[in-house]
Structures are given as structure tokens and as C-alpha cells.
């Protein structure tokens, strides 16, 4: 992984030099210098490797986010009780 593949990489997921950095666990400093050509990347291969592991963390990270969202609107398979839907609502439930 070159330096201008990283500095891709770190825009396409929308994360910031220090974001990036964290998640790889390098300094800002460094993540810039590779970027900018200024450090030779010295373990291409692992950095490659480190950001895939990043972007998985990642992704499960949304997924697990979006099911939550979902979740949350999915009606229950109880239908629900008038009266606390009253008291919730102000208003009767007909579960239509």
C-alpha cells in the first residue's frame, strides 16, 4: 500500500487523519507523512492488512448500528395494551 492508496482508503470510509490514525494505532504525524511520500510505508503488507481489519471493524460497527435503528421500529408480536398505549400516546391503539 502506497501512501496516495492510503490517503484514498482513509477518504472513501470519511475519516480524518486522526480518526485514521487511531484506528491504526499510529501518530498523526506518521499517517500524514506516509500520505504526503514524506516515511516510506516500511510494512506495506501489514498496514494493507491493518486497514481491512479497520474497514471490517468498521462495517460491523454500522451494521450492528442500522439493526438497533431497525429494531426499534419493528413492532412487538404482542399486540399492545390500549390502556398503555393511551397513557404512552394519548391516543387508542387499534393495532391497524
Same mark, same amino acid.
Request: charge should be neutral; include cysteine; glycine fraction near 8%.
Given at each position: $500500500?502506497?501512501?496516495?492508496? !492510503?490517503?484514498? @482508503?482513509?477518504?472513501?470510509?470519511? +475519516?480524518?487523519? %486522526?480518526?485514521?490514525?487511531?484506528? +491504526?494505532?499510529?501518530?498523526? !504525524?506518521? !499517517?500524514?507523512? @506516509?500520505?504526503?511520500?514524506?516515511? %516510506?510505508?516500511?510494512?506495506?503488507? !501489514?498496514?494493507?492488512?491493518?486497514?481491512? $481489519?479497520?474497514? $471490517?471493524? +468498521?462495517?460491523?460497527? &454500522?451494521? =450492528? =448500528? &442500522?439493526?438497533?435503528? +431497525?429494531?426499534?421500529? =419493528?413492532?412487538?408480536?404482542?399486540?399492545?395494551?390500549?390502556?398503555?398505549?393511551?397513557?404512552?400516546?394519548?391516543?387508542?391503539?387499534?393495532?391497524?
Amino acid at each position: $500500500m502506497s501512501g496516495m492508496e !492510503l490517503k484514498a @482508503w482513509r477518504k472513501r470510509l470519511g +475519516l480524518t487523519q %486522526r480518526e485514521a490514525a487511531e484506528m +491504526l494505532e499510529v501518530s498523526v !504525524l506518521t !499517517l500524514s507523512a @506516509w500520505e504526503i511520500g514524506r516515511f %516510506r510505508i516500511g510494512q506495506p503488507g !501489514l498496514l494493507k492488512l491493518a486497514c481491512r $481489519m479497520v474497514e $471490517m471493524q +468498521l462495517t460491523q460497527s &454500522s451494521e =450492528l =448500528l &442500522s439493526q438497533s435503528r +431497525l429494531d426499534d421500529h =419493528l413492532p412487538s408480536n404482542q399486540p399492545p395494551n390500549c390502556q398503555e398505549s393511551f397513557e404512552a400516546t394519548g391516543r387508542v391503539h387499534f393495532g391497524l
